[in-house]
């Protein structure tokens, strides 16, 4: 796109916030954020070894930094909210990770200028930190490469707009009647949220990627990308048809397990809620 709206860090930063304690159980409260976090976990498990350092970006509540810590890995957590920070800290304290992290970091993924060049093994940024950027999304992933030493790893997951403009069609014709189809067009031809063109009341402002986007990003990039994933695909079926398989103790593994196959597979990639870049940095 020829120009992004302006990144107001205000944006996420608030968002996040006013979700406080509901971040920790977004990812366990239903059948979707059960097969995000098991893609997630799938891909991980791959390149997330024992003395890893690893920078987790947009870490939130600590879903994944309490994976990370079992992992063996060395890791510094971070977000752009700070009550996010606070409950991630309290969390890992329940759990007694806590002393096994080496720090947590108020940061902004647009700006790691804190940080050193090549200073990380891996950078993670999933979940939808990046679309918020807007124009700084290219800012936003040149950082995380920044900071990444050569050779190694960065995982960038983004919310997929065509998964969401299937799951949220019902909104999109309630918000036609308040906006207008000038705005609806404008959503469905961009993904983008934002305050000047789908005015949304919630002030949930964001850019909801394709494939072709997170292309564009790294294309000029010097790296290698490894794997292009899908995460959440099967929950196009809804959330009703996912939670009687899941009351089946048999069918429930094989919906998990072709969830992961399906994540592999390109013609699903712009399917699934999250898309999901690997990349190898040169």
Known sequence: MDKLPKYNPDIPERFYDSLGEKEWTRLSKNRLGELLFHVHMDIFRQYAKKDTSVLELGAGAGVFSKEFVRF????????????????????????????????????????????????????????????????????????????????????????????????????????????????????????????????????????????????????????????????????MAGETALNQAKEDDELWPSILHKEIKLSKNPACLDCGANIIYVVRKK
């Open 72 to 235: 063996g890995t060395q890791l510094v957590v971070s977000d752009i909210s700070e009550k996010q920070l606070t409950i991630n800290r309290s969390k890992m304290a329940e759990l007694r990770l806590e002393e096994q992290i080496e720090a947590f970091q108020l940061l902004d993924i647009t700006d790691l200028s804190s940080i050193d060049k090549n200073h990380y093994d891996m950078v993670t940024c999933v979940g939808g930190a990046l679309n918020y950027t807007f124009d700084k999304e290219q800012a936003a992933v040149s950082e995380m490469l920044r900071v990444t030493k050569p050779g190694g790893i960065v995982i960038v997951g983004v919310m997929s707009f065509i998964s969401a403009l299937v799951r949220y069609l019902p909104a999109v014709v309630e918000e036609k009647q308040q906006f207008g189809i000038a705005a609806t067009n404008w959503v469905m031809d961009t993904g983008i949220q934002d305050a000047e063109h789908y005015p949304v009341k919630s002030r949930h402002y964001v850019h909801m990627m394709e494939s072709k986007d997170l292309d564009l990003l790294f294309e000029d990039q010097n790296v290698q990308i490894l794997e292009k994933r899908a995460a959440g695909i099967l929950a």
